[in-house]
């Protein structure tokens, strides 16, 4: 084999992994640490592709990448800045509406406080920023493998039949309107029913979502009314009133369904950006069915999407603090 060829060996071995691991179970994070490995070794293999017909053209392709990193990185940083303006202007100045808008302002700042400490010759100080350095490239590393297969995972779209869509409750406003977060949910999963029903199926509706201390009903009442008064019949509606997480969404809903059709099949639906942690969820909860998105304005994708990988980072917290803490020690007696 030619030595340019080498590097599409583990792009392809990546690949075969993903597939086995997908065809399982695509609800899996590690799905996207797998497509990520595919596509790097699939990148140097292209890189030692060109640089087998021309070296100088692979020297120019492999210092616009480099280029591109920092380039890329300033360019997201004001990006999420921008974007974070317009979450606080249309969203108001909630915790949760700040996370463009610090992630941004984060990046745009470790450029430059990276420089001035490279000029401060001071080991103390070296050591701890070489120590944030390393866990940021782990923590990146873990968002980009997250957001890729976010991408991926939300475009996969089934036509198997399904007995039950569950549509994922989320807060009322003024204590009983459904918002339109929420009315695009609902929205997906009448579309979902006339589809189904047009191929013959006969899904149920199961709106889930509980009461909060501010909420005047429980969330999956003024769900099921602003689906009847969209022209879905009662009948084919089921509620889940008792839950307060996206968790207990999941939990409730299989017990309900498992109640009514033990051997059932679903579809859940929630909003795009939460599709991949609440298919996580889903298969935590083992709840036999995928789950589809519905659209969200574009300027609330980038908070919500922070918001949902510091989630799952959490969820996963001991393994993921034990490997920031050894990454930060290594970097600590490396430097001393």
């Known amino acids: 084999m030619k030595p340019a060829l080498l590097p599409f060996i583990p792009a392809v071995l990546f690949f075969l992994v993903f597939l086995i691991s997908f065809l399982r179970d695509r609800r899996k994070l590690r799905n996207g640490v797998y497509l990520f490995f595919t596509l790097v070794f699939f990148a140097l293999g292209v890189l030692f592709l060109v640089a087998s017909v021309s070296q100088q053209a692979a020297a120019i392709l492999l210092f616009i990448a480099v280029a591109l990193i920092p380039l890329s990185a300033f360019a997201l940083g004001a990006f999420l800045i921008g974007n974070g303006i317009t979450m606080l202007r249309r969203e108001g100045r909630r915790p949760a509406n700040l996370l463009s808008l610090l992630a941004g302002a984060g990046i745009i700042a470790f450029i430059p406080v990276s420089f001035l400490v490279d000029q401060i010759d001071w080991k103390p100080l070296t050591a701890v920023a070489g120590a944030i350095s390393a866990v940021l490239v782990y923590v990146s590393f873990l968002f980009i493998c997250f957001l890729l297969y976010a991408i991926v995972y939300g475009r996969i779209r089934s036509r198997r039949a399904v007995d039950f869509i569950v549509v994922l409750g989320a807060g009322l406003l003024g ?63 089921m509620m889940e009133d008792q839950s307060r997480t996206t968790s207990e969404n999941l939990t409730f809903s299989k017990e309900l369904m498992r109640e009514a059709r033990g051997d059932y099949r679903c579809v859940i639906v929630t909003n795009n950006f939460h599709v991949l942690r609440a298919a996580l969820l889903a298969r935590k909860a083992k709840v036999n069915g995928q789950v589809v998105g519905s659209p969200t304005a574009w300027y609330f994708w980038p908070s919500a999407t922070i918001r ?21 020690l290594s970097q600590v007696m490396n430097e001393f």
């Open 308 to 328: 949902e990988f510091i989630a799952v980072f959490l969820e996963h917290r001991v393994l993921n603090f034990t490997v920031c803490g050894l990454i930060a």
């Open 175 to 237: 204590g009983r309107r459904v918002p339109p977060l929420l009315a695009s949910r609902l929205d997906r999963g009448h579309r979902l029913l006339d589809a189904q029903r047009a191929r013959g199926a006969n899904p149920v509706l199961v709106t889930s979502g509980g009461q909060g201390p501010d909420e005047e009903l429980p969330e999956s009442h003024a769900m099921a009314d602003y689906l009847v008064e969209k022209g879905v019949s009662r009948e084919l509606i």
